[in-house]
């Protein structure tokens, strides 16, 4: 097998759906479907590329940061004034808020596998 240079065509027989669905995976990446391509058929590991939508990942970043904001302002709270009653809702909310902010990543986590 000789040094393929980037000159060189190699001819593959795609379906329409499959030629579409190579080309929206090439979109995601952000790359042209050459370009995509050969990343997957050239990388050096075997692993599985993930498409991410920055935005919803700038989304759960903020989520988690307010999260562990809240509970750091307990931690406080409990280590100022040593009373675990005044900030018993806050903690109970700010637990809420984990598993919920838990599940988004575990859900953002699951549909970008999907994409793979």
Request: hydrophobic content about 40%.
């Amino acid at each position: 097998m000789g040094d393929f240079g980037k000159g060189t065509r190699i001819n593959v027989r795609l379906s329409a759906a499959e030629r579409d669905d190579l080309r929206r995976r090439a979109e995601l990446a952000g790359v042209t479907v050459s370009e995509y391509v050969r990343r997957r058929a050239l990388g050096d590991s075997d692993r599985a590329v993930v498409y991410v939508d920055e935005s919803e990942l700038k989304k759960l970043f903020v989520q988690l940061r307010r999260v562990g904001s809240n509970l750091n302002q307990c931690a406080r709270e409990l280590n100022t004034h040593h009373n675990p009653a005044c900030v018993n809702d806050a903690l109970l909310n700010a637990f809420d808020a984990v598993a919920k902010a838990s599940e988004d990543v575990s859900g953002f986590i699951s549909e970008s596998r999907k994409l793979i």
